[in-house]
């Protein structure tokens, strides 16, 4: 591998690490305190926030306009220009070269559009600070706090599914199977590090580090973990319809059930989900409830993952069904061709569609969701359903127990141990020690861009495992100098000293890093929480400091001694 080659892979990793870690310092370092705060706020107060700003913001530019209708249109609502320009052309309106706050009004059919777009735009700027916040470094609950959620678990569910009551090993059983399913959903959800524990009275405790959405913690606590597709009475449909359409406000809780609606049909309101992602009720609609319902427990669904249709681009959920669950839906949709089927999660009706042909192969696709509920029903289905309901007893957001002062705590060590490591060895090994000390800044810029890229959660305990690795990393470079100083002294050119140091380190380097990683892997695996944070910091330093001791330290010897003709090295005291 020749040196240009070599450089240009560390120079590739530098910038492709630099992309990863963008995001975490933009965060941590240039968003204000308030911002944060409405990103971690749940959807309801997205909409809220973003309807607020809005309304704030066309009462301002009301008052510029009457104040002085020529005055220029600020910068931060230089946005409104695009939807105005576009106005103009369609009515036919000269478009000004400077736009002032009336020419921008002007441009709108009325308040409400304009407010529309307003709060389109607000909206828009939280939704992408969420974004921003799904790639970053998160902080764990003892640094920065989170959720925490007491749930407590139905007996009487369990024992409607076993058909009689359930002995105290059959609750254990399924308590312990419930929390192992929780585990896997919060992690599937990207959320890293969470902490599941049992507690008094069949209660279990779940603590979400970072997370304080209401709406997305209840997501992952849904207990049947199944869709049921139901067939749509669609003359009583458009009965009802109709009805709604006479009778606005129609609620059957209120009004009663109509009695255009036949036995074995129900009422089912129809949801769709806004620009928000929050579920606004559209109508209510009849659908089968005897004979013709299918019920689609978890257990037949042998994978579930979140795809695109490629007309429209919207979200899907596909999922492919087992033997059992796919002679059952086959059944379903060969008996119902022509029919309306619905799709109902919570007993709301999610989508709908006509049974073209009958639906055989066990594979199935189903539309109408957002991104993020797409993703969370895949989840959901892919590990199956709780044995067990449960229900939420008390949900509260919870401060950190450290909070910042453990966070600056935590930089203060590692930037003192950082900076002593890096003044020792250019001390001790001058030229050679300014190398160790790159490798060293190179080494911990890799850490901390993987932890960024793979969103993972930053603990104390994740702290002191990129502090253990930054002397591990030293270690590898003092023993490959070591080497390189008994083959020097031998006699050796800098060129032929170099080469030998690093192929007799080679191996003592690789197995002692090797027993290490096999030892954090395994941590990784079979701890939890801050033994499994610290396990994960380990491995991936590990790897790091390997990579920047044998790879980037031997580039940069090189460098010196075959392009800059170098004919001595700087390895320290007693060597000439």
Not at 100 to 111: E, H, I, K, P, T
Not at 373 to 379: G, Y
Not at 494 to 512: H, L, N, V, Y
């Amino acid at each position: 591998m020749s040196k240009r080659f070599r450089f240009l892979l560390v120079l590739g990793l530098v910038g492709v690490s630099a992309y990863f870690l963008y995001p975490t310092v933009q965060w941590y370092f240039f968003v204000p305190e308030e911002d944060k705060e409405m990103a971690a706020g749940g959807r309801e107060q997205v909409r809220e926030t973003a309807r607020d700003q809005a309304d704030a913001a066309l009462r301002e530019l009301t008052t510029l306009v009457e104040t002085d209708e020529t005055q220029s249109l600020p910068e931060r609502y230089r946005f409104l220009i695009d939807v105005a320009r576009a106005n103009y052309r369609v009515l036919g309106f000269d478009i000004p070269r400077e736009w002032s706050v009336s020419d921008a009004l002007r441009g709108f059919r009325d308040r409400q559009e304009i407010f529309e777009v307003l709060e389109r735009h607000y909206a828009d700027e939280i939704f992408a600070l969420k974004n921003l916040q799904n790639r970053i470094i998160n902080l764990g609950l003892d640094l920065s706090g989170g959720m925490s959620v007491v749930v407590q678990a139905d007996e009487q569910s369990l024992a409607e599914r076993l058909g009689r009551e359930p002995s105290s090993d059959e609750l254990s059983e399924a308590l312990d199977l419930a929390m192992t399913i929780l585990m896997s959903r919060i992690d599937q959800f990207g959320v890293t590090e969470p902490s599941v524990s049992r507690q008094e009275g069949n209660q279990i405790l779940i603590e979400v580090p970072g997370e304080s959405d209401r709406g997305r913690v209840e997501s992952f606590l849904r207990g049947r973990g199944s869709l049921n597709f139901r067939i749509v009475d669609n003359e009583a449909t458009g009965a009802l319809i109709d009805l709604q359409q006479r009778q606005p406000g129609f609620d059957p809780d209120v009004d009663g059930v109509p009695e255009f609606i036949p036995a074995g049909t129900v009422i089912a309101p129809y949801v769709v989900p806004d620009q928000y992602g929050i579920l606004r009720f559209v109508r209510y609609i009849a659908i089968k409830q005897d004979i013709n319902e299918f019920g689609l427990p978890g257990e037949h669904i042998t994978e579930a993952r979140v795809g695109t249709e490629p007309l429209t681009n919207q979200p899907t959920v596909n999922f492919v069904l087992d033997g059992r669950g796919s002679e059952l839906f086959a059944n379903l949709t060969r008996g119902n061709v022509g029919e309306s089927m619905a799709i109902v999660m919570d007993g709301r009706v999610r989508t709908s569609a006509v049974i073209n042909e009958p639906i055989t192969g066990g594979q199935v696709r189903i539309t109408g969701f957002n991104q993020d509920e797409a993703r969370d029903i895949a989840t959901v289905l892919r590990t199956a359903a709780l044995p067990i309901d449960l229900v939420i007893v008390s949900q509260q957001t919870v401060g950190a127990a450290l909070g910042a002062d453990a966070v600056q705590a935590g930089l203060r060590a590692i930037a003192v141990g950082f900076a002593l490591v890096i003044v020792f060895m250019l001390v001790y090994y001058h030229g050679a020690g300014a190398i160790a000390d790159l490798a060293l800044i190179l080494n911990l810029f890799f850490i901390v861009s993987i932890l960024s890229v793979f969103n993972l959660t930053l603990t104390l305990t994740s702290i002191a495992g990129v502090i253990l690795t930054v002397g591990m990393a030293v270690d590898a470079n003092v023993i490959i100098f070591e080497r390189i100083k008994e083959e020097y002294r031998l006699g050796k050119s800098p060129q032929a000293a170099i080469r030998a140091g690093f192929e007799k380190a080679f191996w003592t380097i690789m197995d002692a890093n090797i027993t290490t990683f096999i030892a954090a892997l395994f941590l990784s695996q079979l701890g939890t929480g801050p033994v499994q944070g610290f396990a994960i910091t380990l491995a991936v330093g590990i790897v790091s400091s390997m990579f920047t001791a044998l790879f980037l330290s031997r580039l940069v010897f090189e460098f010196g001694t075959e392009v800059l003709k170098r004919s001595k090295l700087s390895l320290g005291w007693g060597v000439r």
